[in-house]
């Protein structure tokens, strides 16, 4: 499953990527908004501080507006990935753009006929908003799982980006469904590792182990004798 981080904030991002564990990033115009950074200098910073792609949002209505927002993305990196809403000019949009070999990601899916729009219009990811769905009194994860069975029917390759990601428990649901990416906000990459029966194993073997090394290093000294005499069999 390929991980993105959900942010535009760079000092999150770097922590995040020094970790390893990140494929790519990305933003869209409510992050920006927040964050009151400016978006052309944000968006460059980003595509040169991560390798993989970088999803920008465009904000235009009609399909030239879209189209020459994607040219000026295009500029900020190899790397950048240009976001479409799944509205009726964003699907001809993405189609132009795909033609032309750029990567292109459906965002503001909602539902399985917008998700086979993308992939007919060859987006490279559609972008599934179950936290959303959720909100709205609905089942986004059986959303995402209904797009999974649909693109397996006919072996579409656009990829299934999870993203409106609330919690923990989204993603190891989204990733049992298959989804092939999520997209994390960095409060729930924080909480991904965290398990309270891991933590207290660490507590207590740390704890024998300091116990056991305090004790005196005869102990020690024999299970240095024991590999001796094992290194020798
Ligand atoms: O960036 C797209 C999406 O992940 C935003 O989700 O619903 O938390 O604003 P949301």
New binding site residues.
């Given amino acids: 499953m390929i991980f993105f981080l959900?942010s535009v904030c760079l000092r999150d991002i770097k922590e995040a990527c020094s970790t390893g564990l990140i494929d790519g990033i990305?933003?869209?115009p409510?992050?920006i908004a927040r964050s009151g950074v400016d978006m052309d200098s944000v968006v460059r910073d980003i595509c040169c501080e991560v390798s993989g792609p970088v999803?920008v949002?465009v904000m235009s209505d009609g399909v030239d507006g879209m189209l020459s927002e994607a040219d000026r993305f295009l500029e900020f990196g190899e790397n950048v990935v240009v976001k479409i809403p799944a509205s009726a000019d964003g699907f001809v949009a993405c189609k132009r753009l795909c033609d032309r070999g750029v990567k292109v990601n459906i965002?503001l899916c909602f539902s399985v006929v917008q998700a086979l729009l993308a992939a007919k219009a060859g987006a490279e990811y559609v972008?599934v908003?179950i936290?959303?769905v959720d909100?709205a009194g609905y089942d986004g994860l059986r959303e995402l799982s209904d797009i999974r069975e649909m693109y397996d029917n006919y072996g579409f390759r656009t990829k299934i980006l999870a993203?409106?990601?609330?919690s923990v428990y989204h993603i190891a649901e989204a990733a049992k469904i298959g989804a092939d990416v999520v997209?994390i906000?960095m409060k729930v990459f924080r909480q991904l590792s965290s398990n309270l029966f891991t933590e207290s194993g660490i507590r207590s073997f740390s704890k024998d182990w300091k116990e056991y090394m305090s004790s005196g290093t005869a102990k020690a000294r024999d299970v240095r004798c024991v590999k001796e005499v094992c290194y020798m069999e």
């Fill in positions: 959900d990305t933003t869209n409510s992050l999803s949002e965002t972008s908003f936290g959303r909100d993203a409106s990601v609330r997209t906000p």
